[in-house]
């Protein structure tokens, strides 16, 4: 059981625009920025978003991440096949003084 | 370009200990103030933050580990490692190693990570 909830799937078809959500509690989202990973089978996981909305160099701009009280979400814009992976949020947490991620969501282009 | 690569044994026996390290390139683990962290993912299953450890030694671990999980850094070897003890079946995972990185709000993320090793216990 993930700290951070999150939906196991999402889908859409290309060109669309998917939405996940990430919820946890003022110990983590609610004190601490939230990040975003993508996996793609068989790799590691790679930054997607950082500091609730900000992209890391390379990351393109179909990609968006927000954040509001204990709750986060990451859009994809102009769906890709490539998008085809799974996706993490993560937190800081100031009762672990550590991470929390959640259980991740598996995105299907149709 | 910084790169982490986790090497150890890929198979761990029940009741022993399972010990990894993780080595970077690219950089001097002390050049700057990060801190460095282990994370786990089971088979077909999420990701579990183990514990993170700065150069000067300064750990933190997951209270859901602690009483198992040793994480030390050796500044001359560039490298960090992981001591998991009394192992079961639950600690199969690939396990990760990656750095701790700050933007200048101080928010932290886990920004480069190693390709990930699995580690199977079992007799």
């Known amino acids: 059981q993930s700290v951070l909830t999150q939906p196991p799937s999402a889908s859409g078809t290309p060109g669309q625009r998917v939405t996940i959500s990430c919820s946890g509690s003022?110990?983590?989202?609610?004190?601490?920025?939230v990040n975003w990973y993508q996996q793609l089978p068989g790799t590691a996981p790679k930054l997607l978003i950082y500091?609730?909305?900000q992209r890391p160099s390379g990351v393109p701009d179909r990609f968006s991440g927000s954040k509001s009280g204990t709750s986060a979400s990451l859009a994809i814009s102009g769906l890709q096949s490539e998008d085809e992976a799974d996706y993490y949020c993560?937190?800081?947490?100031?009762?672990?003084?550590?991470?929390?991620f959640g259980g991740g969501t598996k995105v299907t282009v149709l | 370009q910084l790169q982490l690569q986790e090497s150890g044994p890929g198979l761990v026996k029940p009741s022993e200990t399972l010990s990894l390290t993780c080595t970077v390139s690219?950089?001097?683990?002390?050049?700057?103030?990060?801190?460095w962290a282990w994370v786990r993912q089971p088979p077909g299953k999420g990701l579990e933050w183990i514990g993170s450890?700065?150069?000067?030694?300064?750990?933190y671990y997951n209270p859901s580990l602690k009483s198992r999980v040793t994480i030390s850094v050796d500044r001359s070897k560039n490298h960090f490692s992981l001591k998991l003890n009394s192992v079961t079946a639950a600690d199969t995972a690939v396990y990760y190693c990656?750095?701790?990185?700050?933007?200048?709000?101080?928010?932290?993320?886990?920004?480069?990570w190693g390709q990930g090793t699995l580690v199977t216990v079992s007799s």
């Open positions: 990656a750095r701790i990185d700050y933007d200048s709000s101080g928010s932290s993320y886990l920004d480069y």
């Open positions: 690219g950089d001097s683990i002390d050049s700057r103030d990060y801190y």
């Open positions: 450890i700065h150069y000067r030694e300064i750990t």
């Open positions: 003022s110990s983590n989202i609610g004190s601490r920025t």
């Open positions: 500091s609730n909305d």
């Open positions: 993560a937190a800081g947490d100031v009762s672990l003084n550590g991470w929390v």
